[in-house]
Structure formats: structure tokens, C-alpha cells
């Protein structure tokens, strides 16, 4: 089982910062097969990133994903106050599916 | 308008069964994998079970093998999940997810809560 590993825990910034987010994977994730997702209190996951770089429909070009192998990042350029939230990574490419334990994303 | 309606959550005894449904509208499962993913309260998500389009490939999380089963009706365009066995750790959120070919999770339902609790 791949074992996806997110820092930090919890992430405090403010509007109009820049965000960082880490997904480490414990083996090699093939690119194609990662993913993000955003999730806000009382809704389901939001697909967000996907094939590690590619934004889903309708996510603004704030949001860029980057990394290869076991080391990938999620960075938000601007914070916009709807982008405070839980991001988690995913990879789909190896039985069992796994996520990430998830950062939140909390105003400073 | 897409989206998946999951039902069939409850408050269930320890060892007791509980079936979920997760019902599609708006587009067919029939040509897609379909993923059960579970959230317990204030944690992350945790994948559950997967289906294949014609129901051949069928997997389970280590955590629920032997007591969960993972269905499906094209034809009625749901997804089903029978959990027996149920324990206090399978309290959670469950959700239904489309995954379209080889991508990823793209369409979730809001969730049906299972508490399970004596």
C-alpha cells in the first residue's frame, strides 16, 4: 500500500499569500495517477488537480500542481478567502487508492 | 444536473448490518468504476472499496475485507454497499465516487453517515 504522507497538519495564512502544500509518498506514484482535492466543512471532496498538474474544470489558474515520484505540491499563488479548506492528495494508479491525511488551510 | 444521492445511513449496534445506495442522476455509471470512501469524523478520507464497470474487478481496503460488499445495478444506475460485521471504527461519512476511466474521483454524492454504537 502507498502511503501518502501531507505536511504541514495545518497551514495558517492570510488573504493574498502564497501557499505551499507537500504530498510524500512512501513509493514511486506515477504522475498520471495523483491527485488533489479540496473539501469544505460539510461538503464532499472537490477535485481540484489531477495527472499531478492538470487543473480539473472550472479551477482557477491560482491553483498549480507540480512533483514526480514521492515528492508532489499543491500551490495556491493567492489566497482568495474561498480557497481556507482541507486539501488532500490521492493517488489512483495502485490498489488501494489512497489519500493523504489532508492539510488545513486556515486564515491567519 | 449530475450528481449521486447516497442513502441508507443510520445509528447500527456493533455487529449488526447496514446497506447503503448510492443512486446516479444526471449520467450513467454504467461505463464507469465506482468507489465507496468513508470519513470518520474530524480525520481524512479513507478509501473503501472499488467496482468495476461490469462488476469483474471488485477490491476491497484491508479494513473491511470479509465483512463489506460492493455491488452495483447498471441498470438502475446505483451503487450499492452491504456491511455486516459493522464495528465502532466503521462510524463515518461514507461517500460514492465515479471514477471516469483512468482519472481520478471526479464526481462524489454528499455522503450518508454511519454511526455504529451500542
Known amino acids: 500500500e502507498i502511503v501518502l504522507t501531507q505536511s504541514p497538519g495545518t497551514l495558517s495564512l492570510s488573504p493574498g499569500e502564497r501557499a505551499t502544500l507537500s504530498c510524500r509518498a512512501s513509493?514511486?506514484?506515477?504522475?498520471?495517477?495523483l491527485a488533489w482535492y479540496q473539501q469544505k466543512p460539510g461538503q464532499p471532496p472537490r477535485l481540484l488537480m489531477y495527472?499531478?498538474?492538470i487543473r480539473a474544470t472550472g479551477i482557477p489558474d491560482r491553483f498549480s500542481g507540480s512533483g514526480s515520484g514521492t515528492d508532489f505540491t499543491l500551490t495556491i499563488s493567492r489566497l482568495e478567502p474561498e480557497d481556507f479548506a482541507v486539501y488532500s492528495c490521492q493517488q489512483y494508479g495502485t490498489s488501494p487508492r489512497t489519500f493523504g491525511q489532508g492539510t488545513k488551510l486556515e486564515i491567519k | 444536473e449530475v450528481q449521486l444521492v447516497e442513502s441508507g445511513g443510520g445509528l447500527v449496534q456493533p455487529g449488526r448490518s447496514l446497506r447503503l445506495s448510492c443512486a446516479a442522476s444526471?449520467?450513467?455509471?454504467?461505463?464507469?468504476?465506482m468507489h465507496w470512501v468513508r470519513q470518520a469524523p474530524g480525520k481524512g478520507l479513507e478509501w473503501v472499496s472499488r467496482?468495476?464497470?461490469?462488476?469483474?474487478?471488485?477490491v476491497y481496503a484491508d479494513s473491511v475485507k470479509g465483512r463489506f460488499t460492493i455491488s452495483r445495478d447498471n441498470a438502475r444506475n446505483s451503487l450499492f454497499l452491504q456491511m455486516d460485521g459493522l464495528r465502532v471504527e466503521d462510524t463515518a461519512l461514507y461517500y460514492c465516487?465515479?471514477?471516469?476511466?483512468?482519472?481520478?474521483?471526479?464526481?462524489w454524492g454528499q455522503g450518508t453517515m454511519v454511526t455504529v454504537s451500542s
Open positions: 467496482i468495476s464497470w461490469n462488476s469483474a474487478t471488485i
Open positions: 444526471g449520467f450513467s455509471i454504467g461505463d464507469s468504476a
Open positions: 465516487a465515479r471514477r471516469a476511466g483512468e482519472g481520478p474521483f471526479d464526481i
Open positions: 495527472g499531478a498538474s
Open positions: 513509493q514511486s506514484v506515477d504522475n498520471r495517477y
